[in-house]
């Protein structure tokens, strides 16, 4: 067997054709629908990026322990249990800078080799002491030019300066090189290759080709960098940040095209696997908001696109699934293609098992930590907030205490208790670190970042937009349910049925 996965970030699962999308041409993701399955009900997992990858590489939902930070000690990561059960030789190509900050750093090191390609938003890449600040002023707009020290802003207009042409766009350079290890490995077996871009991620920022289609006639400085919130600005400053996302997903279309031509060209189809998804969804004014963290969890953010070509299974080119899935299934699909057993703490299931339409679960658990916890069965979802954001019993259980950016600070482990071993932790103890609003997480992309924290209740089957929240209490409480079995059965702490105002279940101590 041989696999590659290709992982793309906040790509928007219906701004694509086989998605019924019809702003965006998606020509290749059309392509790619007609050789593989497609599930039409797969969900995110922890959020944002990196606990996301978490539970890619985990099987395993970690955002009722934990917020944005490394592997720890006692995770199973899929790319090392297939080097050690079948000898598969695993290779991760990626310009998502996060696995080299201190939150992401012991990611990238769980594959036999790997490629970092530079220059995503505000990677340290290029050394510019004395940026030329006037012309930039002129050129980026207001909201993301900076003069900080150590901003994305400032970073990202100094490693602009060195991204000129098509082939320099770190998400070309990203398969450029994944055609590389193909064109020196095609031939050998068992195998892995993950080409992953940071692209459709904002900054929204492609080879003026790509944008030429969505001219929008805007003749201000570069605004293709929305911020996290609420939408204040003027209409056509919302659509040339739209058109320029746009453009990144055309880029996106067009290189999974050349990964498919490599596919047809020397007929991988028939003994190499193909998966290709996302981390999660990005707003782009629906509900009146700007990107993700910081509003409800909607569906344009938890519900995200995924295909699978399974080569044992030919026949189902061009079928579709309506199984319920989520990210942590990505782990156990690939053990499964290569033949390898999943470990214990694993639970997600393999997607090949799903791709008939068969169910394997009653519902999907999804969420930030310290947020809202929130549960989907298909055709509702329910948002469950604390009743006060401010006051709630939180902890980081951890062993590798880091954020993004930065260890913990003294002042979070002032106050830590060792907390014992949990059901997945494999016997390790781990720290029990109270949440403090002084936090580099908590007003980043933590609790005190939110601007929305009421519970809802919605039925997609006829509120697909999410307008009109349900007052039913009957269902409420089936679905209060469905939440409390899937948190016990992820191990959740009891603060964590505390806080959502839950009855903590017999058996959780």
Known sequence: MKAVFVLLDSLNRHMLGAYGGTRIPTPNFDRLAARSTTFDRHYVGSLPCMPARRDMLTGRLTFLHRSWGPLEPFDNAFPEILSRQKKTYSH?????FHYWEDGGATYHNRYDSYEFVRGQEGDRWKAMVQPHWERLRETYHARQFSEEPRSYFRQNMVNREFIREEKDFPSVRCFAEGFEFL????DADNWFLQIETFDPHEPFTAPE???APFDTGWKGPVRDWPRYGRVDELPEECEELRANYYAVVSMCDHLLGQLLDYFDEHDLWKDTALVVTSDHGFLLGEHDFWAKNRMNLYEEVAHIPLFLHDPRFPE????????LTQSIDIAAT???????????ENEGFSLSGMADGTERRKGALFGYFGGAVNVT????TYHRFPEDLSKQALYQYTLVPTHIFSPFTPAELADIELSPPLSFTKGASLLKVPVIDRSPMYNNYGPGSLLESETRLYDLATDPGQDAPLDDPKLETAMTELM????QANGAPPEAFTRLGLDIPAGVT
């Open 92 to 96: 991760l190509i990626t310009d998502h």
């Open 484 to 487: 409390s079995g899937l948190m």
């Open 183 to 186: 064109d020196r490995n095609r």
């Open 334 to 344: 690939f053990l499964d293609l290569f033949g390898a057993e999943p470990p214990p």
């Open 316 to 323: 189902r080119a061009g079928t579709r699934s309506g199984a």
């Open 209 to 211: 080709r790509f944008k």
């Open 377 to 380: 069965d298909g055709q509702h």
